[in-house]
């Protein structure tokens, strides 16, 4: 069964920077794209990038654009998302997701969410 | 960026009852060459990830209860629960992947009156 496994909970401070690991299985990891998601506590989802495990191309929301690095590792199926220059406003729990196989932004499987702290 | 905005923000129903959330985009999110309305709804319970309900508006994802409905087109959108059960308490997104960045509503908390 398709499967996505991240990395645990990370606490950094101001200004550093933290790499969230995304395990893949169950399928061909270099077929269906992958996006990143972030929730804040009690907040709503924001869409933060995707990539191309085939390719390795990616593709940021502006928001992110010069912080955010996606990169993968095809010979261990697996996916990482890296935030720098951390600051409080991004302590929320980051998600992996697949894509479908009808649209590259819609998304049928989910990691379990990884919980990034960042506070001094 | 298209805005995605659902009311209401939260809804109280009783047990077999219906539930009805609504989505609105900032911009029309029906692609004329295909005729298909790029609208997924997501289901969220407390801690864990969104699961995919619904796609193209109306389609239900494999395995979804058939009391999960959705309906609209371009920039109006409907999700129905027609008969609320207990394991239905949860936080519904709507979503639009229209065009990139691909963006949700800001969600809706349904609960059991």
């Known amino acids: 069964q398709v499967q996505l496994v991240q990395s645990g909970a990370e606490v950094k401070k101001p200004g550093a920077s933290v790499k969230v690991s995304c395990k893949t299985s169950?399928?061909?990891?270099?077929?269906?794209?992958i996006n990143w998601v972030r929730q804040a506590a009690g907040q709503g989802l924001e869409w933060m990038g995707w990539?191309?495990?085939?390719?390795?191309?990616?593709g940021y929301a502006q928001k992110f654009q010069d912080r955010v690095t996606i990169s993968r590792d095809t010979s261990i199926s697996t996916a990482y998302m890296e935030l720098t220059s951390l600051r409080s406003e991004d302590t929320a729990v980051y998600y992996c997701a697949r894509t479908s196989d009808y649209n590259d932004y819609l998304t049928d499987y989910w990691g379990q969410g990884t919980l990034v702290t960042v506070s001094s | 960026d298209i805005v995605m905005t659902q009311s209401p923000e939260s809804l109280a129903v009783s047990l077999g009852e219906r539930a009805t959330i609504n989505c609105k985009s900032s911009q029309t999110i029906l692609y004329r060459s295909d005729n298909k309305n790029y609208l997924a709804w997501y289901q969220q319970k407390p801690g864990q990830p969104p699961k995919l309900l619904i796609y193209?508006?109306?389609t239900r994802e494999s395995g979804v209860p058939d009391r999960f409905s959705g309906s609209g087109s371009g920039t109006d959108f409907t999700l129905t629960i027609s008969s609320l059960q207990a394991a239905d308490v949860a936080v519904y997104y709507c979503?639009?992947?229209?065009?990139?960045?691909?963006?949700f509503g800001q969600g809706t908390k349904v609960e059991i009156k």
């Open positions: 979503q639009q992947y229209y065009t990139t960045p691909p963006t």
């Open positions: 990539m191309n495990p085939n390719t390795g191309y990616t």
């Open positions: 169950g399928y061909t990891f270099t077929s269906y794209d």
């Open positions: 193209w508006a109306f």
